[in-house]
């Protein structure tokens, strides 16, 4: 069974950090592809970043333009688990936060799509506010 459990979110004031955990289960964990995807109130879906796989992408890691230098994506193979690293947090920053997992089809250039994810978390809720 596939799961993957978002944790570490919660109220931080601007300026502030949090760091986010994908725990992820059921699935080649080196093969895929997991990314970082926001959605605040009444807004679309936004991806955040990604980080691909160990196997076929090494590692590397994408991010919006929104938040880079401010985010930080990274993957512990051995735990089965990508976290997010947010530095200087911003209210726009505020909403929740999902994580996702695809494989075979997952493409570098596409990494942005939330439709090229098959497996999703239930999301972690981020407000940023003081």
């Known amino acids: 069974q596939v799961q993957l459990v978002e944790s570490g979110g919660g109220l931080v004031q601007p300026g502030g950090s949090l760091r986010l955990s994908c725990a992820t289960s059921?699935?080649?964990?080196?093969?895929?592809?997991i990314a970082w995807f926001r959605q605040a109130p009444g807004k679309e879906r936004e991806a955040v970043s990604c980080?691909?796989?160990?196997?076929?992408?090494?590692?590397?890691?994408y991010y919006t333009g929104s938040v880079k230098g401010r985010f930080t994506v990274s993957r512990d193979n051995a735990k089965n688990t990508v976290y997010l690293q947010m530095n200087n947090l911003k209210p726009e920053d505020t909403a929740v936060y999902f994580c996702a997992a695809e494989g075979l089809a997952w493409v570098e250039s596409d990494w942005y799509y939330g439709e090229l994810y098959e497996y999703w978390g239930q999301g972690t809720q981020v407000t940023v506010s003081s």
């Open positions: 059921g699935f080649p964990f080196d093969y895929y592809g």
């Open positions: 980080v691909g796989s160990s196997v076929t992408n090494g590692e590397r890691t």
